[in-house]
């Protein structure tokens, strides 16, 4: 299996160098890429299609409209690395679809996973409550990773949100905090992130070998955490894996590269 990691611009938040080690450790072949819409589209294109990704109602499905002249522009420099995703909604799926559609031919395979590691916020709608809702990862093909979505998807702890009412617009007390309650918080500049990004990057490789890309024990990497209190314990135990995990991984692993 390769796994080809790609930076949209994650900038200092995460160590894609370390992720692509550990995930060679587990026994994927790994290559950094740098940026997904460099290599495959030109920039221009690819600004006026993520411009038409943007949720402005999360109640309502995106239309995919004719974006803004401004929009478009600001998505360019994004794409160029001269400004920073953030604060913005897009519709995961449609970027999903879009960036699968940019896949040449050769490069669509079972034995290639296409991972995405991008800073800006991804949501996805659903149909059973009709609004979007935020993702830390969109398995599939190409997967995507947010890691502003590893920080805003998972819930809080109930508590965090219960004072924070309580603090008004103080930012000092907001970050005294989260620092009281570290244990059950991530924030960003956490240096847990590049723990919790190695879970979710497990849960596309499974997902593409195995098709299954979750656990029901609290303490697997592949648990799937909706708070961020279950997704420190998930990330951060150890073992990694429970057993059925580390098994199907140890034997595919040897299946790959034989003795
Ligand atoms: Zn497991």
């Known amino acids: 299996m390769r796994v080809l990691i790609y930076d949209e611009g994650c900038g200092e938040e995460v160590d894609l160098g370390e992720l692509a080690r550990y995930l060679s450790e587990r026994g994927a072949r790994v290559e950094l890429r740098g940026g997904f819409f460099a290599r495959f589209a030109s920039l221009e294109d690819a600004a006026r299609e993520i411009a038409g990704m943007r949720i402005s ?4 499905p995106v239309a995919r409209e004719e974006p803004l002249y401004g929009e478009v522009r600001y998505e360019l420099r994004v794409l160029q690395g001269k400004a920073r995703a953030g604060g913005v909604l897009y519709d995961g799926f449609a970027l999903q ?3 699968r559609s940019l896949l040449p031919g050769e490069e669509v395979s079972l034995e290639r996973l296409h991972l995405v590691i991008t800073p800006r916020l991804l949501a996805t709608f659903s149909e059973e409550d009709r609004r979007y809702h935020l993702r830390a990862i969109i398995l599939g093909y190409p997967a995507l990773i947010s890691t502003s979505g590893i920080v805003e998807a998972p819930a809080k702890p109930r508590e965090f949100y219960l004072q924070r009412r309580l603090l008004g617009e ?6 005294r905090l989260k620092q009281k309650l570290r244990e059950k918080l991530l924030d960003y500049g956490d240096p847990r992130l590049g723990e919790v990004l190695r879970g ?3 849960q596309a490789l499974f997902y ?3 098709g299954e890309a ?3 024990n609290r303490r697997c990497r592949l648990y799937n955490a909706h708070w961020q ?6 990330q951060l135990s150890q073992p990694e894996l429970c057993e059925r995990h580390e098994k199907m991984l140890k034997e595919w692993r040897e299946k790959a590269t034989p003795p």
């Open 97 to 99: 679809h879009y960036m």
């Open 214 to 216: 979750f656990c029901e």
């Open 57 to 60: 109602d999360p109640m309502k």
């Open 229 to 234: 209190e279950e997704l420190i314990e998930a």
């Open 170 to 175: 103080d930012a000092l007390a907001e970050a």
């Open 200 to 202: 979710y990057a497990l």
């Open 208 to 210: 593409q070998l195995f």
